[in-house]
Structure formats: structure tokens, C-alpha cells
Nanobody, 116 residues
């Protein structure tokens, strides 16, 4: 498995921005499919954005145009740039790494709170 450590969460006002980072251990990062999920209180975990090993991205409709996922293979890190944040974006954000059926790793989560 891959060890993942998220950072960058915090409290921000509506309309503000945050950038989440997820650092991965090991030497196979460039082969991993990476994703960001979030889970709000009382709700199921949902996919926010994903990026393949080749760099193709997908974003949930609820965040399109506001959030951007990216990766830096030289730093073993995946990012989630979040702009125009809304109160409904409040959740714990989790990083996920997958490689076929061999690897399915999760980070510990980072809290994002959007409130005035």
C-alpha cells in the first residue's frame, strides 16, 4: 500500500480559496490513479475529482469550474485547488490512490470548513 498524507485544510470564508495537497510515499506514484473524495456530516463519501497516471482529469459537476485537480510526479504529490468555495463544500477531504486491484489507499483526511 501507499502512505498518503493530506494537508492544506482549514476555515475559509465563502468565495475564498484553499489548496489541498496529498503527499504519497514510495516510488510508483507516477503509475497511480489519484483522487480526492469528501464526506460531509451525515452524508456519504463522494468523489470530487480524479486524475489518471497519464494526467487526464475528471471533476464532479458540483465543483466543475471551481476546483482543479493536478499532480506533480517529481514531488509525489497531488493537489486540489479550490476556488469560489461555498458553505456546501464543507467536509473532510480524503486523498485516494489506486493501482489496478493491487493498491487502494486512503489518507487520514483534512477538514475544510467554509463559513462567514
Amino acid at each position: 500500500q501507499v502512505h498518503l498524507v493530506e494537508s492544506g485544510g482549514g476555515l475559509v470564508q465563502p468565495g475564498g480559496s484553499l489548496r489541498l495537497s496529498c503527499a504519497a510515499s514510495g516510488s510508483i506514484f507516477r503509475s497511480l490513479a489519484m483522487a480526492w473524495y469528501r464526506q460531509a456530516p451525515g452524508k456519504e463519501r463522494e468523489l470530487v475529482a480524479s486524475i489518471t497516471s497519464g494526467g487526464s482529469t475528471n471533476h464532479a459537476d458540483s465543483v466543475k469550474g471551481r476546483f482543479t485537480i493536478s499532480r506533480d510526479n517529481a514531488k509525489n504529490t497531488v493537489y486540489l485547488q479550490m476556488n469560489s468555495l461555498k458553505p456546501e463544500d464543507t467536509a473532510v477531504y480524503y486523498c485516494n490512490a489506486r493501482w489496478g486491484t493491487m493498491i487502494d489507499s486512503w489518507g487520514q483526511g483534512t477538514q475544510v470548513a467554509v463559513a462567514s
